[in-house]
Structure formats: C-alpha cells, structure tokens
C-alpha cells in the first residue's frame, strides 16, 4: 500500500468521529433554540445538595438561619450523611450532628424537607468499594437508610457511581430500601439519560465506566422512586449553548419518561472545579435553567419539576443571582 493511501485511510477514519461530533454539536444547538414561555420557570420544587459538614459537627443553628434565606424556592435539600463504609455500613461517627441539625432545621425551616444523602463508589471488582450484587451489603445500605429515617430525616437520598444501566442490583436496593422506609422521601440521583444511541458505548470505550443510562433504566428508577434527579453537568460540552441545548434534550426526555406522581429535578452546577475543563466555561446555574425552560416550554405546564442545585459549599455569589434570575423570577425576554 502506497503512503498516499495509507494517509487516505487514515484521514478518512480521523473524519468519522469528527463529522460525529459535528452531526451532534448541531442537534444539541437546535435543541436551544428557542424562547421560553414566561410561565416556564420555578414552581417552588426546587432542591439544594448540602455537603457533609452539616452533619460532622462543623454548621451551627446560626449557620442554618443564613441558608434559609437562601431557600425561597426550595422544597428539598439532601445532606450529605455518609459515605457509606465498602460493605455498606453507615457508622454513627459519619453524621455526629445530624440530630441537632434535624432540631434546628425544622425549627427554622418546617417547610423544606430534609433528606440524607447517602453513597459510594460501586465495584464489584474491587473489596474498596460498595458491591451492591451482594445481598447482605445491599441489608446494611438499608439498615443504615432507616436508621437515619428514624433519626428524624424526611427521605433518604441515593448516590451511587458509577451504576451500569440496567443494573437490577440499584432497582433492588430501591425496592428494599421502600419497605424498610415506608411512606418517608425516596429520592435517587441518576446518571444521564443517553442522549443518542450508541452515546454509552462510546464513553465507556473512551473514560472506562458508564456515564449514561439508557431510556428504559431511567424509567424503572424513576417508577420505584418518589424523585429522581438528574446529574445534567460535566457533559464535556465546549460551549454555553450546547450546554443550554444539552440540558432541555435531557429534560424533554426526562419529562416523557418520568411518572407525573414523581418529582422530577434537573441537576444545575453551583460548582466552578469541573471534571473536564472546559465545562466551567460552558456549565453554568444560568444556563441549566434555560436549557430546563426551553424543554418545558415545549412539554406543558408540570408542577412538580425544579432545579437541583449542586453544590451550597462550592456555590458562588453568581451562582445563586443566576438561580433568582434566571429560574425562580425569570421571564420572556
């Protein structure tokens, strides 16, 4: 084979996921175009994940009163109350302040509920890290979950990673984890729903784990669960409005497959240390919100749909303008 075709070939196959990332950028572009209706924003069901120093001893009463300012808009907010040691035990010393948090909260805040956060990383390769296939971890995962419950939380939030789509084991510990909770808040944050066919295989050939879930999974979780939010940031977009456009297709595909009697939050990154770099150029509350408004725009009126804010310790002066102005009073431009 000459050179000249040997560099034919190769940049034919350098084309390929050139002109695939090109098809993908223009979709994802199309999907923001638009203009929100001006009843498209907050409806008072939004949610904040709050990190674990309100739990270790670290926050104070006061320190509650300066969030609840804050919570105009909010309906939930997940503490972070592990991590959850590898063979799923939820030791005490983990949340050490959580009962004079739940005494100070719903003094302060009677009206937003307040879920434990609970995860880790999931391995079944690996003895460091949770293997839920294992039935006797999966009891003690529960076990801690009610324990917390009985403490005085509302719900119990779930965050596992990376979970394969598909995952009958996740499904069970849902099933398991209704049972022992009964009628408390069972909420879940989910992976990605794939956002075009073939996208999972894709990441996992390239980052070496899953990153998408695919339609069909998302809507047994969201089924056995009362809330699901999506993880909608590090998307690896380059730019604002392929960000904005990859938010509204998760959420108009979120708004088709999620029950209406479940809550349904779309992720919003109040966090500036991304995993890939450019998405702190991309990513924003701001456009999150927009991204959310256009697909609702085009679904109807849903009430029990917000924005999850991630996360109050890395949330910014910006990030919380970005939240009043452009999802709980925004409007038609």
């Known amino acids: 084979m000459t050179t000249r075709r040997v560099l034919k070939w190769l940049a034919i196959i350098a084309a390929v996921p050139l002109t695939l990332v090109l098809i993908v950028a223009a979709m994802l572009r199309l999907d923001y175009a638009g203009t929100p209706a001006p009843w498209a924003k907050s409806t008072g069901n939004d949610a904040l994940w709050l990190g674990h120093a309100w739990v270790d001893g670290r926050r104070t009463a006061a320190d509650v009163n300066i969030l609840a300012s804050r919570l105009g808009s909010m309906k939930d907010v997940y503490v972070h109350s592990g991590p959850l040691d590898a063979n799923g035990t ?30 880790q990383t999931v391995n079944p390769d690996d003895e460091g890290h949770l293997n839920l ?142 995993m890939v770099g450019i998405s702190d150029y991309a990513e924003s509350v701001a456009m999150a919100a927009e991204g959310t408004r256009l697909a609702l725009t085009d679904h109807g009126p849903r009430a029990n749909l917000g924005l999850a804010l991630y996360v109050d310790f890395a949330a910014t002066e910006e990030d919380w303008r970005e939240y009043e102005q452009s999802w709980v009073r925004a409007k038609e431009e």
């Open 133 to 274: 296939a294992d039935q006797a971890t999966r009891a003690r995962v529960v076990a801690g979950a009610k324990t917390l419950v009985d403490l005085g939380f509302d719900g119990i939030h779930y965050d596992f990673e990376p979970v394969d789509d598909g995952d009958a084991d996740y499904l069970a510990l849902m099933r398991e984890t209704r049972q022992a909770i009964g009628s408390a808040v069972l909420s879940v944050a989910t992976h990605q729903i794939e956002p075009v066919s073939g996208a999972n295989f894709l990441f996992r050939t390239i980052g070496g784990h899953p990153k998408y879930w695919s339609p069909e999974y998302f809507r047994q979780m969201a089924e056995l669960t009362d809330q699901v939010a999506i993880m909608t940031y590090d998307s690896w977009t380059p730019l604002q409005s392929l960000y904005g456009g990859y938010v509204a297709r998760q959420t108009a595909m979120a708004l088709e497959l999620t029950p209406d009697t479940t809550d349904l939050l779309i992720g919003a990154p109040a966090y500036h240390d991304h």
């Open 90 to 119: 939820l030791p005490a010393a983990k949340y050490p302040n959580a009962a004079n948090l739940l005494t100070w909260w719903k003094a302060r805040l009677p009206g937003v509920r307040i879920s434990a956060w609970l995860g």
